[in-house]
């Protein structure tokens, strides 16, 4: 089946950039999603790319996708302590019908 | 209502006793979704709801677990003579349609279960 995949940690300085990787098995996913969850919280879309992208700016928010190695990351720009959370990578499977999941990356941001 | 609603938020059960989760999906939301989160763990996909066609129940763990959804709309989530490797956060999330979209899914905050 799908495999995705993630460090487990990151620690940052506030104020550096964060830059957190996912690897997947699927070349047919179409949409690739990054999710944040807070402590005791479900989880919350941050954004998403398409397949047929690159890259996406949202903000602080940078999304790179490589389509040939099957390689996604998101680049926090300015990290804040509010940006202390556990971040998850997903890719559609199934045709579409369901989210993959990666195990998560605990970003801890240190001041 | 304005966002997926899960209940009860936390269950404490005792071994071999069944347990229900329930999971009020967005209003207008036709995909519904169970994913369990163990501790250290990614996100491990239970069932799939769409519409009215047959659920996707292929990560399903075991026979003790089942799901129904009905009138489209609330789903339970139904685990029956609870083993402690069933502890862990029970998500539910809803999307307008299927996940090929850039909707994603809108999570809720979960059920946490402990099985003592």
């Known amino acids: 089946g799908e495999d995705v995949e993630q460090s487990l940690f990151l620690s940052v300085r506030e104020g550096d950039s964060s830059v957190i990787n996912c690897t997947y098995t699927?070349?047919?996913?179409?949409?690739l999603y990054w999710y944040k969850q807070e402590p005791g919280a479900g989880l919350q879309l941050l954004t998403y790319i398409f397949s047929n992208m690159d890259m996406k700016q949202d903000q602080r928010l940078t999304v790179l996708l490589n389509k040939k190695d099957k390689h996604l990351s998101l680049r926090i720009a300015d990290t804040q302590t509010g940006d202390s959370a556990i971040y998850f990578c997903a890719v559609t499977t199934g045709g579409g019908n369901k989210l993959t999941f990666g195990t998560g990356t605990q970003l801890k941001v240190e001041l | 209502g304005a966002g997926v609603s899960q209940s009860p938020s936390n269950k404490v059960t005792e071994k071999g006793k069944d347990v229900e989760l329930r999971c009020d999906p967005i209003?207008?939301?036709?995909?519904l979704y169970w994913y369990r989160q163990s501790l250290g763990q990614g996100l491990e996909f239970l069932i799939y709801f769409q519409g009215n066609s047959a659920p996707d129940k292929s990560g399903l763990p075991s026979d003790r677990f089942s799901a129904e959804r009905t009138g489209g709309s609330v789903s339970t989530l139904t685990i029956q003579r609870t083993q402690q490797e069933d502890s862990a956060v029970y998500l539910c999330?809803?999307?307008?349609?299927?996940?090929?979209?850039?909707?994603?899914?809108?999570f809720g905050s979960g059920t946490r279960l402990t099985v003592v």
């Open positions: 209003s207008g939301h036709t995909a």
């Open positions: 999330a809803s999307s307008l349609e299927r996940a090929r979209t850039n909707y994603g899914y809108t």
């Open positions: 699927d070349s047919s996913s179409t949409y």
